[in-house]
């Protein structure tokens, strides 16, 4: 690539010419360089009549010189600047380009220093969701004592999208992962004879833990993350503080019904998962194992009672109001502009799924308790 | 003689069926501040989205600095489009980056440029917009007015032959406004950059304007062309009339 300016050193002086523009800034500052170094006079003379463009690259690269020649005690004098160079000259602000930043950007932290910031940061979390709860356990009796309070309209449209929308990714899935289970045990439960076992293997881990935990990080997926984001934008573009100032309660107003609408959807899409993974396996069993399709639902039925459905569905309503809580929560906690939306929605999905493994976990040695 | 360096042709800019604006003809000549004014939904924002190339014409020409922006491929529109600079109403910086990092974003296009010189550019082009010093700062740290400075910087990091500002005043203060008037002022005399201003801000037309034209959305057009001084004394038209005597600075 030609360059767009020519430089010519005679004696101390130096001859410019053509446009200085920022593509051949960095040869030229090589160039001015190794002229600079070599030189051992006390003054310096560069000439610009032949320069005849610079652009603000170009013409910082020109205070560039008077700079390093004050480092080495060197004199410019500057001859034949035309108009137009010098306009351009004066645009940069010689003082500025010394200051400095008016805050750092933030250094690495030692271990210690993050490990620290991070309790203090899980303790605030623990401190704004504890905040977050209290507000709820106020608002939901508000909500069942004044329903006309209550925007049903928006309770639908919330049951549509959390559930109507998840059936066919909640049912693929679900059927999927009953087909998987019932494929894999049966490879070790043939060696033994025991294929017939397949049916109960299936049913009881769809019902017990699978229906409800897959259906609920699903749902973490799908609509926690949603309601993270809609509120999240909603706090960047102000229209929550608009909601406040017309007297309207933020949580009543955007959480409650996502809340009542996950809570109502979350257990009929556990019960709906669970239809499909006994059907996944159903499948393996009729097809791959010989088993009629009587044989294998009894079996499937025989290791799960009633009480087990009910408890998996009290699991999914657990798991329903936290995951619209949590997405609610991190909605509300935004502060900032997009990149904020994107960490609130990354946020919502994590601690959903840890606090719904938190819960199943809870829920196994409550259950195993209570007999 | 004056080079035209933007050459709209009988244009028609429409958003599917839905034509916004049709026949628009008009030029900006080299180192002119030429404004695009109108009231609401008159499609000043759309006008300016085709001379940008982010729509292309499929009535009508735009010839920019020589490139046909209906016929040329996306490569050649995007190499022309280093060329351009602009400023987006709310200022259009990347949220996750620095002041320094989103006017560097530009400047990566040139290779080789030694990081001292490119800190040194960095603190030049803040300076240029009364942010020195805030290079480590991000936009979510800064007022509206220092957003849409900072955004000038972005903008302005390639030195573009031309620049083009969608609102630049809107939402400021008066004062921040005027901070404005004389940024594009003093860039445009510096670095006799052309300039093309969407606006509705009378103050700025009659400060800096050295042409405009007035769109009207039931003409779907332009209704007047010419320098502020003559529109603001044009009288045939009431519609021009209400719009530049509402107040005459």
């Not at chain 1, 410019?76 to 950007?105: C, F």
């Not at chain 1, 220093?113 to 356990?137: M, N, P, Q, R, S």
């Not at chain 1, 995951?323 to 502009?337: D, K, N, S």
């Amino acid at each position: 690539m030609t360059k767009g300016y020519r430089m010519e050193q005679k004696a101390d002086r130096i001859l410019m010419a053509g446009e200085l523009l920022l593509p051949d800034v960095p040869s030229f500052l090589e160039e001015i360089e190794g002229i600079l170094k070599q030189k051992n006079s006390t003054s310096l003379e560069i000439n610009l009549t032949d320069l005849k463009k610079v652009d603000s690259a170009g013409a910082l690269a020109l205070t560039h010189i008077e700079e390093e020649s004050r480092k080495r005690s060197l004199v410019v004098a500057w001859k034949g600047m035309n108009d137009d160079v010098r306009k351009v000259l004066n645009l940069i602000d010689r003082q500025a380009l010394n200051l400095p930043p008016l805050h750092e950007i933030e250094k690495r932290v030692s271990f210690f220093e993050a490990t620290g910031d991070l309790c203090v940061k899980i303790a605030h979390d623990f401190y704004t969701i504890l905040t977050f709860v209290g507000e709820l356990l106020v608002s939901i009796p508000y909500c069942l004592l004044h329903p006309r309070s209550l925007r049903w309209g928006d309770i639908l449209v919330n049951m549509r999208r959390t559930g109507a929308d998840a059936l066919p990714i909640v049912g693929l899935l679900s059927l999927l992962i009953g087909l998987i289970m019932a494929f894999m045990s049966s490879l070790q439960l043939r060696q033994l004879g025991a294929n017939i076992y397949v049916a109960s293997l299936v049913g009881i881990a769809i019902v017990k833990e699978l229906g409800p935990m897959m259906t609920a990080i699903i749902v973490a997926g799908r609509s926690g993350s949603s309601f993270a984001a809609e509120i999240g934008t909603m706090i960047v573009n102000e229209e929550v503080d608009a909601l406040t100032t017309m007297g309207f309660h933020p949580i009543r107003f955007l959480a409650i019904p996502k809340i009542i609408a996950t809570s109502i959807v979350v257990p009929l899409l556990t019960l709906y998962a669970m239809m499909f993974g006994i059907l996944g396996g159903l499948i393996v069993g009729i097809i791959g194992l010989d088993i009629t399709l009587t044989t294998y639902l009894k079996e499937s039925f025989r290791g799960v009672e009633l009480w087990d459905v009910i408890t998996s569905l009290l699991k999914a309503f657990t798991f329903a109001i936290l995951i619209a809580g949590i997405g609610c929560h991190r909605g509300f906690q935004v502060v900032g502009g997009a990149e904020a939306v994107g960490e609130a929605t990354t946020s919502a999905v994590v601690t959903s799924i840890f606090l719904i493994i938190a819960a199943d976990a809870a829920y196994a040695v409550l259950l195993h308790y209570l007999g | 003689m004056v080079e035209e360096v933007i050459v709209v042709e009988n244009l028609q800019a429409a958003y599917g069926e839905n034509v916004i604006l049709s026949d628009v003809s008009f030029q900006v000549k080299r180192g002119e501040i030429f404004a695009i004014v109108g009231g609401s939904g008159c499609g000043k924002s759309t006008l300016l989205k085709y001379l940008i190339g982010l729509m292309r014409p499929h009535v009508g020409r735009i010839i920019v600095e020589g490139v046909d922006m209906a016929t040329a491929d996306d490569e050649t529109i995007n190499a022309h489009r280093k060329r351009f600079g602009v400023l987006f109403q709310s200022g259009g910086l990347i949220g996750s980056m620095t002041l320094a990092e989103n006017i560097a974003l530009p400047l990566k296009e040139v290779k080789k440029i030694p990081p001292f010189f490119l800190a040194q550019l960095i603190r030049a082009k803040l300076s240029m917009v009364n942010l020195a010093g805030y290079e480590n700062h991000y936009p979510a740290e800064l007022s509206g007015g220092m957003r849409k400075r900072a955004g000038l910087a972005r903008a302005m990091a390639l030195d573009p032959a031309i620049l083009f500002f969608d609102e630049p005043t809107a939402g400021l203060d008066p004062v921040t406004a005027r901070e404005i008037y004389d940024l594009i002022s003093t860039i445009n005399k510096g670095m006799e950059t052309t300039m093309v201003i969407v606006t509705h801000d009378l103050e700025l037309i009659f400060r800096l304007a050295h042409e405009v034209i007035l769109l009207h959305s039931e003409e779907k057009g332009i209704i007047a062309y010419g320098t502020p001084k003559q529109l603001a004394e044009f009288e045939a038209d009431r519609r021009v009339m209400n719009f530049f005597q509402r107040k005459s600075p």
